[in-house]
Structure formats: C-alpha cells, structure tokens
C-alpha cells in the first residue's frame, strides 16, 4: 500500500505537534511550585550583581591571595633572627700596689 505524500507529511506533523503538547502538559505538571514575587531594593540587586560578576569576583579572589602573601612574608619575617657576636678581650689594669 503506497501513501500518498501530502498525507504523510501531515500524519508527521500531526505527531510532532502531539509530542510537543504531551511534552508541554508533563513540563506543567512536573514543574517546581512557584515562588510569590520578591521586593527588591536597589541594595539587594547590586548585591546579587556583585556576588554573580566574574570580574568582581576574580578581584575578590586576588585581593584574597595578596593577603595570604603578606601573611606569610610577615611570619617570614618574624622567624628571621641574627645574632651577631664579636668576642673582645681586654686587661685593665688593676689597682697598684704603692
């Protein structure tokens, strides 16, 4: 039995359009419960925008990194000790006897 080629075309459509509403329709079911909207401040957004940017964050991490650095040039430092001697001998002279 041969098929007429507009038919198929049309049965092929038909199924696609039912395999998108049957994905829509388990999309509205399985979907996570809505949340009611939130105020937000100005404060709020940037906070968001400063904690989400990467370049700010690359800055937070590098400015992290330079404070560990000093930390440990400073205990460096702190366990650098030198002690330098230089023995010396002299004789003074005694009261005399007269």
């Given at each position: ?7 198929t ?6 199924n ?7 994905a829509a329709?388990l999309?509205l ?9 939130e105020f937000?401040t ?6 968001i ?16 990194t ?6 440990a040039?400073q ?9 330098t001697?230089?023995p010396?001998?002299?004789?003074t002279?005694?009261?005399?006897a007269?």
């Open positions: 039995m041969i098929q007429h080629p507009r038919r075309q049309k049965s092929i459509r038909t696609i359009l039912r395999l998108g509403l049957i329709a999309a079911v399985f979907r996570p419960p809505l949340r009611p909207a937000l100005l404060e709020k957004a940037l906070e925008a400063f904690r989400n940017s990467p370049s700010i964050q690359e800055a937070y991490f590098r400015l992290q330079s404070g560990e650095n000093l930390k040039q205990a460096g430092l702190k366990s650098q000790f030198s002690l001697l230089n010396s001998w002299s004789r002279p005694g009261p005399s007269t």
